[in-house]
């Protein structure tokens, strides 16, 4: 007996996942400001700060530089997977909806 092809659910399309995208934007969003006004140093100082939670100039790690980047895309990836995932499939029901581009 043949066994059954498993196949796609349905055509690959490209989707923009919002939940860990808000997360990024949240940790990015002090580091653009430095680079908009031209202080490259800063902004690369913030951008550390954010995701590593280590001050570069003064050497110390605070757990409250993670609040601004990596607790929030954490977040966004934890939504991500089980919002739009297996427990409640919300990204399916967007997708059988018809909404084009949006996943969460």
């Known amino acids: 007996m043949a066994r059954k092809k498993r196949g796609r ?5 490209f989707t923009l996942p919002l939940a860990p995208i ?7 969003a002090r580091p653009a400001g430095f680079l908009m006004s031209g202080s490259y140093d800063r902004a690369f100082k913030a951008l550390t ?16 530089y993670l ?6 895309l954490v977040l966004g ?3 991500h997977k089980y919002v739009g995932g297996a427990p409640l499939n919300i990204n399916r ?7 084009p581009v949006v996943r969460i």
């Open 9 to 13: 659910r349905g055509s690959r399309q």
């Open 22 to 28: 808000a997360g990024l934007i949240a940790g990015l």
């Open 49 to 64: 700060q954010n995701y590593t939670g280590y001050d570069i100039a003064s050497k110390k790690w605070d757990f409250n």
């Open 67 to 72: 609040k601004e980047g990596l607790l929030p």
């Open 77 to 79: 990836g934890l939504v």
């Open 93 to 99: 029901m967007l997708a059988n909806a018809g909404v």
